[in-house]
């Protein structure tokens, strides 16, 4: 099994996060409400994700990827559901613009 923020697998760009109920509720990417298997995806605000880190701290399930976050270029991160647990975990951010650009389109 994977561990939060470990990177995939011929997929540099991909981070895969566990997303508890209470983040999916406080980003509303709840899991077949928000985020569906037709419509899988959410842009989520970087300033959302540090606003997360300032209330929960190391308790925020974005953390293992918080280096990836901070360092990100955009101003929202692409948050995926992984409904087949490809990656191994519920959900992924892809890391890159270039990763985001592809797989929007």
């Given at each position: 099994?994977?561990?939060?923020?470990?990177?995939?697998?011929?997929?540099?760009?991909?981070?895969?996060?566990?997303?508890?109920?209470?983040?999916?509720?406080?980003?509303?990417c709840?899991?077949?409400?928000?985020?569906?298997?037709?419509?899988?995806?959410?842009?989520?605000?970087?300033?959302?994700?540090?606003?997360?880190?300032?209330?929960?701290?190391?308790?925020?399930?974005?953390?293992?990827v918080?280096?990836?976050?901070?360092?990100?270029?955009?101003?929202?991160?692409?948050?995926?559901?992984?409904?087949?647990?490809k990656?191994?975990?519920?959900?992924?951010?892809?890391?890159?613009?270039?990763?985001?650009?592809?797989?929007?389109?």
């Amino acid at each position: 099994m994977r561990s939060p923020g470990e990177r995939a697998a011929g997929h540099p760009e991909i981070y895969p996060l566990v997303l508890t109920t209470k983040t999916q509720e406080i980003f509303n990417c709840r899991v077949d409400e928000d985020v569906t298997e037709e419509q899988p995806y959410k842009l989520i605000k970087k300033e959302d994700i540090f606003a997360d880190f300032a209330n929960r701290a190391a308790v925020s399930d974005f953390y293992p990827v918080k280096k990836i976050v901070q360092e990100y270029p955009g101003d929202e991160l692409l948050l995926v559901y992984d409904r087949d647990f490809k990656y191994g975990l519920n959900f992924y951010l892809i890391g890159t613009e270039e990763g985001k650009e592809n797989y929007l389109n």
